[in-house]
């Protein structure tokens, strides 16, 4: 089962912890296979095989910090703990490549330059 959650408008270090505790309790949602929260879309099924997909949209993300990776790559890590891949679509360019400065390429859906 594969769900989609959206980042807010602003990510940084001001908004943090309110602004990844919805998309935490999404994540742990998906992992145990329950329905997605209040405010998080069932997603289409994508025929990949094997366990469960969060994909988080950053298409509304307009403020970020370095912060905001760092919560990123903590959202990721923690699927992985619980057997959730995270899949980051949409994200800002300049949320790539501050990214990308930390060696986070594919983390990110960045190429390697």
């Not at 998906?30 to 994508?46: D, H, L, N, V, Y």
């Not at 703990?81 to 990110?108: C, D, M, T």
Request: a neutral charge; aromatic letters at 4%; charged letters at 20%.
């Amino acid at each position: 089962m594969s769900a989609f959650a959206a980042l807010p408008e602003r990510l940084d270090l001001t908004t943090l912890p309110a602004a990844l505790d919805p998309l935490l309790v999404a994540l742990r949602r998906q992992a145990q296979g329950r329905e997605p929260a209040p405010g998080i879309e069932p997603a289409p099924a994508t025929g990949m095989p094997g366990g469960e997909l969060l994909r988080i949209r950053g298409s509304s993300l307009r403020h970020f910090d370095s912060a905001a990776v760092a919560a990123l790559v903590a959202l990721i890590r923690e699927g992985s703990n619980l057997g959730v891949r995270v899949q980051l679509e949409h994200l800002p360019e300049g949320l790539i490549s501050l990214a990308s400065v930390y060696g986070l390429h594919a983390e990110f859906g960045a190429p390697r330059a």
